[in-house]
């Protein structure tokens, strides 16, 4: 509970409000005493009359609104960087981010964090083999736009359409012009029968995460597709369960393209059935928090995946184990699927 303040004429009860809320709310989050699954934010009545506690609940309902905490149906558009893309939203800020650490910073880093690189990551030279050599390709949760930015910049000549709900992304995705960007979930894609393929890189299929987001996904997807077009994604393999290392203990420090020193760290919140909800915590070097966010991925095993995709109208083409097109085996970190619209 909050120790009520009293308002004057002058004060603005939204800004008031919000900063006592939010420097409460960081000294539990670094004492890893706040989970947002669990934890609730709400006014109590005050003790006497002269505390107009009845002011308080609709600047609390307002500061949500915003998306300074979460609501346990509500869906906010960020991002998070075990996730390249959140094609639908599964990331949601519950410490307030205004003035601290903003989307557009949060979209810069993630550049810096996650380049498109064949240096750095083998699915790049993956995914650009199918897009290079497809007329109309279709990029599900294009973040920053980078896959696209790539091929372009590779001699892509044929049209180039990016996917995603984050406006932070879409903004730096924007910096080129020859590609079209459109924001919306995976499920708003609207096209009908335009493209040869769509992708969705970076584990960013994961974040859809009830069924029947899985379905509306998959079904607008293969809407979108040609006749025989192709469906390119990779998701974790639930068997490496790769959520036991997210956790504080291996925090890393990271630094901005302004130079800024961040500390970034990971916890995870729960794990029911199939469905991992965890936290990624930007810090500055000292552990002051600046940005919280709350993310759910789902982590699907083949069969599941291989029923969905039957279920939507695809035939699995392919299917490997890694990168490198290696085959799924018992020890397979990832589970990497080309299906084909019939």
């Given at each position: 509970?909050?120790?009520a303040?009293r308002?004057g004429?002058?004060?603005d009860a ?6 006592q809320l939010?420097e409460?709310?960081q000294?539990?989050?670094?004492a890893?005493q ?11 009545p005050?003790?006497?009359p ?5 002011r308080?609940c609709p ?5 949500h609104?915003?998306?300074v905490?979460?609501a346990?149906?509500?869906r906010?558009i ?7 893309h959140?094609?639908?939203g599964?990331r949601r800020?519950?410490?307030d ?8 910073e949060?979209?810069a880093?993630?550049?810096?964090m996650s380049?498109?690189d064949?240096?750095?990551s083998?699915?790049?030279g993956?995914?650009?083999?199918l ?5 109309a390709?279709?990029?599900v949760?294009?973040?920053t736009?980078?896959?696209?930015h790539?091929a372009?910049?590779?001699g ?11 406006q932070?992304m879409l903004d730096r ?5 020859d590609i079209?960007?459109?924001?919306g979930v995976a499920?708003d894609a609207?096209?009908d ?5 769509a ?16 379905r509306?996904?998959?079904t ?5 597709l040609r006749?025989?077009?192709r469906f390119?994604?990779g998701?974790r393999h639930p068997?490496?369960r790769?959520?036991e290392?997210?956790n504080?203990?291996n925090?890393f420090?990271i630094?901005?393209?302004t130079g800024?020193k961040l500390?970034?760290?990971h916890?995870v ?10 936290t990624?915590t930007?810090?500055e070097?000292?552990d002051?928090?600046l940005?919280v ?7 699907l ?5 291989a029923?969905?995709l039957?279920e939507?109208?695809f035939?699995?083409e392919?299917?490997y184990?890694d ?8 020890t397979s970190?990832?589970i990497?699927?080309i299906?084909?619209?019939?």
């Amino acid at each position: 509970m909050l120790d009520a303040i009293r308002l004057g004429p002058e004060d603005d009860a939204t800004a008031v409000t919000a900063a006592q809320l939010r420097e409460v709310v960081q000294r539990l989050v670094r004492a890893g005493q706040w989970r947002s699954s669990v934890h609730r934010i709400g006014p109590a009545p005050a003790a006497g009359p002269s505390c107009q506690s009845t002011r308080l609940c609709p600047v609390l309902t307002s500061t949500h609104r915003r998306g300074v905490w979460p609501a346990r149906a509500g869906r906010y558009i960020h991002r998070s960087s075990v996730d390249r893309h959140n094609p639908v939203g599964c990331r949601r800020p519950f410490v307030d981010t205004a003035g601290m650490f903003s989307d557009a910073e949060a979209a810069a880093l993630y550049d810096v964090m996650s380049p498109w690189d064949p240096a750095r990551s083998p699915e790049v030279g993956f995914c650009t083999e199918l897009v290079m050599t497809a007329g109309a390709v279709l990029d599900v949760g294009c973040g920053t736009g980078s896959m696209l930015h790539y091929a372009r910049d590779l001699g892509h000549t044929g049209r180039l359409v990016g996917l995603d709900p984050d406006q932070g992304m879409l903004d730096r995705a924007k910096r080129r012009t020859d590609i079209e960007w459109v924001s919306g979930v995976a499920a708003d894609a609207a096209w009908d029968r335009e493209f040869d393929l769509a992708t969705m890189t970076s584990n960013a299929f994961q974040c859809l995460v009830t069924d029947d987001e899985l379905r509306a996904s998959l079904t607008a997807i293969r809407t979108s597709l040609r006749e025989g077009g192709r469906f390119a994604f990779g998701t974790r393999h639930p068997q490496a369960r790769a959520w036991e290392s997210w956790n504080p203990s291996n925090a890393f420090d990271i630094e901005d393209a302004t130079g800024h020193k961040l500390r970034m760290w990971h916890e995870v919140d729960s794990v029911v059935g199939d469905v991992v909800t965890f936290t990624e915590t930007t810090a500055e070097r000292d552990d002051t928090v600046l940005r919280v966010d709350r993310t759910n991925l789902r982590f699907l095993d083949v069969p599941a995946l291989a029923k969905f995709l039957t279920e939507a109208g695809f035939a699995i083409e392919n299917q490997y184990g890694d990168w490198h097109r290696g085959p799924i085996t018992e020890t397979s970190r990832e589970i990497i699927t080309i299906a084909r619209r019939i």
